[in-house]
């Protein structure tokens, strides 16, 4: 069933270390995914996507990796910096269905200078 | 860079009122959103909206919402009668067509709090 506590995951690094926060999407249909940072009292801000017909995709410091055989993504974020703490969400779509965006539950990381 | 903007950025209603939130997407994007995050909970989308109609909505967003494109600007989530359980962040993202990302963009959120 569907968890609906209070309690985020919670990664903590230190600042400079590398961090890598999972995802599992729900949809196996599902052919498009985004990384979203939310950082308090603000909406949900781009990071990185990727499509289905790629395992693998880098931006400036992130890397975006899909398993679609587990159904698992996660995100990697080099060099940690405090900046970067915030609440990560992974999001899935399936594009000949519409924008419409399911949210994962949400990690908070949490960068320790 | 263009924003998608809310107003207010916080609204306290009493049960049973009716309450709007705006939204002025970004100008040139044709597809326009509503998502809520109850407080420690993921975003869940409530609706879509575009050509001036609703094309997808949500288990959530039963007849007690609304949503009106008034103007070539505004788009706006009306909640008829609020409950309770209707506290929440809202959201309200626009995107454009065919770009790499969607051009998704969220704002900044609206919190509403039901007493």
């Known amino acids: 069933g569907e968890s609906v506590g209070l309690h985020l995951p919670t990664l903590s690094v230190q600042e400079g270390d590398n961090s890598i926060i999972n995802c599992a999407y729900s949809n196996s249909a599902s052919d498009y995914f985004i990384w979203y940072k939310q950082e308090s009292g603000k909406g949900p801000q781009f990071i990185i996507d990727i499509r289905s017909n790629m395992d693998k995709r880098q931006g400036q410091r992130v890397t975006v990796l899909l398993n679609k055989t587990v159904k698992h993504l996660s995100l990697q974020i080099a060099a940690t910096q405090p900046g970067d703490s915030a609440v990560y969400f992974c999001a899935e779509n399936i594009s000949r269905q519409g924008g419409k965006l399911i949210f994962g539950q949400g990690t908070e990381l949490s960068v320790k200078p | 860079e263009p924003e998608v903007t809310q107003t207010p950025s916080h609204q306290v209603t009493q049960m049973g009122q009716e309450v709007i939130l705006r939204c002025v997407p970004i100008?040139?994007?044709?597809?326009f959103y509503w998502y809520r995050q109850i407080l420690g909970q993921k975003v869940e989308f409530l609706v879509s909206f575009y050509n001036n109609e609703i094309s997808e909505k949500s288990e959530i967003f039963d007849d007690q919402f609304s949503v009106e494109r008034p103007d070539g600007s505004n788009f706006t989530l009306k909640i008829r009668s609020t409950k309770l359980e209707d506290s929440a962040m809202y959201f309200c993202?626009?995107?454009?067509?065919?770009?790499?990302?969607?051009?998704?963009?969220f704002g900044s959120g609206t919190r509403l709090t039901v007493v």
């Open positions: 993202a626009s995107r454009d067509r065919g770009v790499g990302n969607y051009g998704y963009t």
């Open positions: 100008s040139n994007h044709l597809y």
